[in-house]
């Protein structure tokens, strides 16, 4: 494949905005997140990140379009909203969070602490019930837990610190077994090529 074909491969890929009505569903859906999640001993940023990340890539597997539509991008402990801290700040300044050290064993966690309502009139009905799954599937794992489960197929084919499609969740985690190779052989000595 040439550059240009790449190129063009490239833009047929989804990978969200930075857009004013994205920050504004990434800003409701944090505050959201934060409120169903207080109760949780292993919630802090690590596990913020991930929800929102599982949130819209599984809603974008499942129904064709993520929840928020903002751009992830792979750091080294699983993806992550690009533009969350900037987010993020605006929400400290704007009095809309406030952000709270917390021990959890030996570790120090930060924890958003939401001081309004979300906004769920952004969402729909299978919008925040798909988030509250996630929440729920994820609320026994720590962070170092959720950063494993994070370093899937869609993490692992971007570069540091670059964009994650969100046509990766598409992608299989499961290794090929025997009976995959032994049908891709067959399948390319019917096409006439060579399995060698």
């Not at 490239?10 to 944090?30: M, P, V, Y």
């Not at 699983?78 to 400290?92: D, F, K, S, T, W």
């Not at 924890?111 to 979300?118: F, H, I």
Request: with cysteine; aromatic share 8%.
């Amino acid at each position: 494949m040439n550059h240009n074909q790449g190129l063009l491969e490239r833009s047929k890929l989804t990978f969200g905005s930075d857009d004013s009505a994205t920050r504004t569903r990434l800003r409701e859906l944090i505050l959201y997140i934060a409120d169903r999640s207080q109760d949780d001993p292993k919630f802090g940023a690590t596990k913020l990140n991930k929800i929102l990340y599982f949130s819209d890539f599984v809603s974008f597997r499942e129904y064709g379009q993520p929840i928020t539509g903002a751009m992830y991008m792979r750091l080294e402990n699983g993806p992550a909203p690009i533009h969350l801290v900037p987010v993020r700040n605006e929400m400290l300044e704007s009095g809309e969070i406030a952000m709270e050290p917390r021990q959890y064993y030996t570790y120090q966690q930060t924890v958003l602490k939401p001081l309004r309502e979300p906004n769920l009139d952004l969402f729909t009905a299978r919008d925040i019930a798909l988030v509250d799954a996630i929440i729920q599937e994820l609320r026994e794992l720590d962070a170092k837990e959720l950063t494993d489960l994070s370093h899937n197929r869609a993490w692992q084919i971007a570069n540091n610190k670059e964009p994650i499609p969100y046509e990766a969740i598409l992608l299989s985690d499961a290794s090929l077994t025997a009976d995959d190779v032994a049908w891709a052989h067959g399948l390319a000595e019917q096409c006439g090529l060579n399995a060698t």
